[in-house]
């Protein structure tokens, strides 16, 4: 087992990430042409924005996947972690774009739907930490932030919970695949917690 996995690092460490955003990209530029044609059903635009949300979701978890992987497999997939925010961060923007310019469209009904719906205050406080975590995921941001860089990073664990949360309180009853996703965003984040060493007595 232990071959298997050093035999896949070493393959994974030879793969260039940037043909993996163009690949990532694609299924949203898909779906984006699916509602075009109709091929995302009578509501196309809420289809999209489910689809979009759905993909940002997908992308955060591999993101949050990546630490557990090495840490209790031995299985180093570090190179892409940048990666893999970046195109769940796209996801996430495209997803609220779908719904600022092709679902209300109103400014004023964009800032009362904020306010007063609370899986849409949700989603917004988490593109919110999101936004700045973009924005520093390049080699510049890490040199002068330094040990900050991190600690800023951390943010990402409480906007992929927000996420989980906006996409429970969205759907409307009780539907099992927006509780697959928070459950397997606790069990991730349960994966990160490092059990404190105990000391020895002398």
């Not at 984006?32 to 489910?50: N, Q, R, S, W």
Request: charged share 15%; aromatic share 12%; with cysteine.
């Amino acid at each position: 087992m232990t071959a298997l996995i050093d035999r896949f690092n070493g393959a994974a460490r030879r793969v260039p990430t940037w043909p993996l955003y163009i690949l990532c990209a694609i299924p949203g530029f898909w779906f984006f042409y699916l509602g075009l044609t109709g091929g995302l059903g009578v509501e196309p635009i809420k289809a999209l924005e489910h689809k979009l949300g759905e993909l940002a979701l997908q992308f955060l978890i591999a993101g949050l996947a990546v630490t557990p992987l090495r840490r209790h497999l031995g299985v180093n997939l570090l190179k892409f972690r940048r990666m893999l925010g970046l195109v769940a961060f796209f996801y996430v923007l495209t997803h609220l774009l779908v719904w600022l310019l092709l679902d209300v469209q109103i400014v004023s009904q964009i800032w009362a739907d904020i306010l007063k719906r609370p899986y849409i205050t949700v989603g917004m406080a988490g593109f919110v930490l999101l936004l700045p975590l973009a924005l520093t995921s390049n080699n510049w941001s890490v040199r002068k932030l330094g040990p900050k860089w991190r600690q800023l990073h951390k943010l990402a664990y409480v906007a992929v919970l927000l996420g989980a949360i906006h996409f429970v309180m969205l759907v409307k009853g009780f539907q099992i695949e927006p509780y697959l996703y928070l459950a397997a965003i606790l069990t991730l984040l349960a994966l990160r917690i490092r059990p404190a060493r105990r000391k020895v007595a002398i």
